[in-house]
């Protein structure tokens, strides 16, 4: 039987694939955004303590369920335009560390660049 701590990397394994294929859901260049702060973010917190992991995982297993919410209105509601996301409360934001807001405003500066940054391209485009 797996210890505690293999028992966690399962479930951080498991939530990680699920948000990367929740994002498939999203528009390309929302999903390339999306990707890479995961991805970053993930990293990040490998060597948080037992608190602030426990708190990492509960924040992103809300979004991966909120996702899977929009993701599965999206395709039934295929003429509709989705907003995905929602709206931080004023309560979450006094919540965040000054790195965090930090981080914040640099996501949303890259999520509203007027000029993409990522040239994502469809691979069928290239198959022979």
């Known amino acids: ?52 992991a426990q708190r990492f995982l509960r924040e992103w297993e809300i979004y991966a369920e909120m996702l899977w919410q929009q993701a599965n209105q999206d395709r039934q509601n295929s003429r509709k335009k989705t907003c995905f996301g929602t709206p931080l409360t004023e309560e979450k934001l006094n919540d965040f560390h000054n790195e965090q807001i930090g981080q914040l405003q640099e996501l949303m500066q890259e999520a509203t660049k007027p000029n993409k940054q990522f040239n994502i391209s469809d691979d069928s485009e290239y198959k022979n």
């Open 1 to 52: 039987m797996p210890g505690p701590a293999a028992l966690h990397v399962s479930r951080v394994r498991a939530l990680y694939r699920r948000i990367l294929l929740l994002h498939r859901a999203l528009p390309v260049a929302l999903k390339a955004l999306g990707d890479e702060y995961v991805k970053e973010e993930f990293r990040r917190h490998r060597s948080v303590g037992p608190a602030d």
